[in-house]
């Protein structure tokens, strides 16, 4: 492996401040510059890529369970229509993502689908049973105050 040299120009200040940095650490500035960029390059290489579903498998899920999901009653009427499909919802961070069932392989997200989990908790009037957000399902299902049995607005009719 062949090293060669580079020249890299900075600022005063950069270069003062990324001097006392190497010192206080007890390196030089030229293995200063190699950790920064060998810790770069390791977070940069192992860095998690967005968890997004194959458009094309997508799209004939959407199609094929569109009516179940847009049908069901609550989370047990749609987890039952579900797996007589093939599949099943499970919590995924704050949302759903959808298995296949029996063998549990994460497929897509809810959302993906067109069914986001905040669309059907609204729509079932409750959370996802076991999901640990709870914090979502207190901010969604809140209702709102009590309206006042009175008015206190008048309305005038023109004449």
């Known amino acids: 492996?062949?090293?060669t040299g580079i020249d890299i120009l900075l600022h005063d200040a950069v270069l003062r401040a990324a001097r006392?940095?190497?010192a206080e650490r007890d390196i030089s500035l030229g293995q200063f510059v190699r950790d920064l960029l060998?810790?770069?390059l390791s977070r940069t290489r192992n860095a998690k890529p967005p968890v997004r579903a194959?458009?094309?498998?997508?799209?004939?899920?959407?199609?094929?369970?569109?009516?179940?999901?847009?049908?069901?009653?609550?989370?047990a009427d749609l987890?039952?229509?579900?797996?007589?499909?093939g599949y099943t919802l499970r919590a995924a961070g704050g949302g759903l993502a959808l298995h296949d069932w029996p063998g549990d392989r994460?497929?897509?997200?809810?959302?993906?689908?067109?069914?986001?989990y905040s669309r059907l908790m609204r729509r079932f009037g409750a959370p996802f049973?076991?999901?640990?957000?709870?914090?979502?399902?207190d901010r969604m299902l809140r209702k709102p105050p009590m309206a006042e049995e009175e008015d206190d607005v008048e309305v005038i009719e023109p004449f």
Do not use: Q
């Open 129 to 137: 049973p076991g999901h640990s957000h709870t914090w979502r399902a």
């Open 1 to 3: 492996m062949s090293e």
């Open 38 to 40: 060998s810790k770069e």
């Open 79 to 85: 987890d039952r229509r579900l797996r007589a499909k």
């Open 20 to 22: 006392d940095l190497a």
């Open 106 to 116: 994460r497929i897509c997200k809810a959302s993906e689908l067109g069914f986001s």
């Open 54 to 75: 194959d458009e094309r498998l997508v799209a004939p899920l959407r199609a094929r369970l569109a009516g179940d999901l847009a049908r069901a009653r609550d989370w």
